[in-house]
């Protein structure tokens, strides 16, 4: 299987369900799963997204 992936570095300054609100719509919405997640002391966070691709094969 083939992924796309979408990285994504958010601000301490954000909070845990704004984080959390906009991880959910990505998923919902968008069909990205949640690859990795990266706390760092300061409190900023390294988000990793996948969704898979779909190749279309043609038919005829």
Excluded: H, K, N
Aim: glycine share 4%.
């Amino acid at each position: 299987m083939e992924y796309e992936f979408q990285r994504m570095w958010l601000p301490r300054t954000q909070t845990r369900s704004a984080v959390c609100r906009l991880l959910t719509d990505a998923a919902e919405y968008g069909g990205w799963e949640l690859d990795r997640l990266r706390l760092f002391p300061d409190g900023t966070r390294w988000v990793t997204l996948r969704r898979r691709i779909i190749r279309v094969r043609r038919t005829a």
